[in-house]
Nanobody, 124 residues
Framework: QVQLVESGGGLVQAGDSLRLSCAVS????????MGWFRQAPGKEREFVAA????????YYTESVKGRFTISRGNAKNSVYLQMASLKPEDTAVYYC?????????????????WGQGTQVTVSS
């Protein structure tokens, strides 16, 4: 059983930075592609960023390119999302997800395991 636990969310002001972390249990972390998704009230869950199992390839939705950085530490079974220049429209619950690395990363159906989510609120 793979378990994911996110941390690092909070209330910040526009322009601030925040770093989300996701700790993954299990011995097969390095075989999984990892992704971050977010869901705002009344909206569908949307892709934010992903990193391949090796960490060599990263992917971002257009609205966060240049502001967010995804990384992984395979030795620590963790994945991170460094968020900078935050905007009120970044407000959402952020979810960490793990899935077999199939070369597809932007759909929730590409992932098998999910964390419980962490709230990020950006005030204007």
């Amino acid at each position: 059983q793979v378990q994911l636990v996110e941390s690092g969310g909070g209330l910040v002001q526009a322009g601030d930075s925040l770093r989300l972390s996701c700790a993954v249990s299990g011995r097969t972390f390095s075989t999984y592609a990892m992704g971050w998704f977010r869901q705002a009230p009344g909206k569908e869950r949307e892709f934010v960023a992903a990193v391949s199992r090796s960490g060599g390839n990263t992917y971002y939705t257009e609205s966060v390119k240049g502001r967010f950085t995804i990384s992984r530490g395979n030795a620590k079974n963790s994945v991170y999302l460094q968020m900078a220049s935050l905007k009120p429209e970044d407000t959402a619950v952020y979810y960490c997800a793990a899935g077999r690395d199939s070369g597809r990363y932007s759909s929730p159906t590409d992932y098998n395991y999910w964390g419980q989510g962490t709230q990020v609120t950006v005030s204007s």
